[in-house]
């Protein structure tokens, strides 16, 4: 029987798609997982794989065709079917989600014990926890199995693409099974916990729910592998006992380690005999295998001092860290922006004398504090009133005018770049302005941002300065159209009407859109930032 294939929703935006590339064509046999075409999203081009196994009979959008997300992209089946009635009278858009629900429905009968949980019972899946959220980590769980549980309460932090976040419980009762261990990662709705009634047997449940299989799937394939008899009794033990049985004692002989952590030391040839755990009762968890060190190291040593003395000896190593999903992100954003907006730059120097002294006079003024990086946002965002071709968006056909003015401040934390976002930076004064972004670089660093903090902005400010760094360019924060990068104050000699004096000065460098802003917008924006610094009374009105 023929199936319909429709244009998948490929992101929680995306509302059409455009086929970038087709890598299979008419006549071609199709295997389930086997990729169809490259389809390009409202934020990438993903790969987009056949769940359904036959010939391709049809194509129904073209190389860079682009249509609705759910109208017809393909028509798989048998050899030579006949699929006319398919084609004709409007059917590709009003009976193919119906022919592509038939196979769905039919694969997912070993699925249906889960629409019959017991009694109180309740499935709780990987949540979505930023907009562009597609897979979640549990950094650490709060909670173990045959806890009671309150509405409300935190169950695990959960590290997204943007930050650790602390995800709650919808629901009372007991924990009765984890499907998701400390280290690991799933996709979104994938089976986290199983809560209900203490006592409840949820084993039919763990058994014949498809959900909550994929995530311990994936590892199965990899476990003979590294050992025969012992490691295939592991999946078992990684289900709803495991946390509540594991302890210190290893009368057994067996070593309590996560599947990640098990995983990591295979791939880095370490004993798990060597390794303390951190975990919960010593068990063996991925910062442990990351941050191992083999005593193996030291008789290494001892046989380099044999050496000739002339001859430099060593052991030659490296490390392969695991990406955590800020990186990804990050790089995957980074990379769109660098790609895709044509950059350029326009560098400034400011005279910094004035706004040296003005800062001076406003931190004497008990509580306040102002720094340099507050008077460069307060006047951005004043230059950004004047100029409003700077504060804008690329948006294909059409060029987005924001009205309002939130300015994206870059922060570092451990993982990487995080923005937060001051709303109505230009509605701020100076001080308030100093309070947020020390609000905002505190939450950033203690992973508490939630994504709304994050989201909105129409400018961005990153500051290398207090690293001594005088002059550098950043990557647009997209859909931003600029970016600000804020080198150091420099002590040097200038000239000064006519004679050469000490003076303190700073590089301010713009990276612009072209496509939204061109060069003598971008230098007029630069020069009215440039007189509000120099005129630091300007600001304060």
Known sequence: M??????????????????????????????????????????????????NEGVLLHIGVQEGDTAPVDTLLAIIGDAGEDISELLSGGASTTEAPKAEEAPIVA??????????????????????????MEEGTVATWLKKVGDSIQEGDILAEIETDKATMEFESFYSGTLLHIGLNEGESAPVDSVLAIVGPAGTDVSAVIASGTPAAAPKQEAAPEVPKAESAPQAAAPATTTAPAP??????????????????????????????????????????????ENFTPKAAAPAAKAATSAPVAVATGVESTEEVKNSQMRKVIAKRLGESKFTAPHYYLTIEVDMDQAIASRKQINSIP??????????????AMALKKHPQVNTSWNGDTTIYNHHIHMGVAVAVEDGLVVPVIPFADTLQLTQIGGSVRELATK??????????????????????????????????????????????????????????????????????????????????????????????????
Do not use: C
């Open 2 to 51: 023929a199936i319909v294939v429709n244009m998948p929703r490929l992101s929680d935006t995306m509302e059409e798609g455009t086929v970038a590339t087709w890598l299979k064509k008419v006549g071609d046999q199709v295997q389930e997982g086997d990729i169809l075409a490259e389809i390009e999203t409202d934020k990438a081009t993903m790969e987009f794989e056949s769940f």
């Open 107 to 132: 694969e997912s009968k070993e699925a249906a014990p889960a629409a019959e949980l017991p009694a109180g019972v309740e499935i709780i899946t990987m949540p979505r926890l930023s907009d562009t």
């Open 244 to 289: 509540a049985t594991t302890t210190t004692t290893n009368t057994s002989g067996r070593i309590f380690a996560s599947p990640l952590a098990k995983k990591l030391a295979q791939e880095k040839g370490i004993d798990l005999n060597q390794v303390q755990g951190s975990g919960e009762q010593g068990r063996i968890v991925k910062a442990d295998i």
């Open 367 to 380: 509580d306040t504090k102002v720094s340099f990086n507050d008077m460069v946002l307060k006047a951005s």
């Open 444 to 541: 950033a660093r203690d992973k508490k941002l939630t994504p709304a903090e994050m989201e909105g902005s129409t400018f961005t400010v990153s500051n290398l300065g207090m690293f001594g760094i005088q002059e550098f360019t950043s990557i647009i924060n997209q859909p931003n159209s600029a970016i600000l990068s804020v080198g150091a104050i420099v002590e040097k000699p200038v000239v000064k009407n006519g004679q050469v004096v000490p003076g303190n000065t700073m590089k301010l460098t713009l990276a612009l859109d072209h496509r939204t802003v061109d060069g003598a917008t971008g230098a007029q924006f630069l020069q009215t930032l440039q007189m509000y610094l120099e005129n630091p009374v300007t600001m304060l009105a």
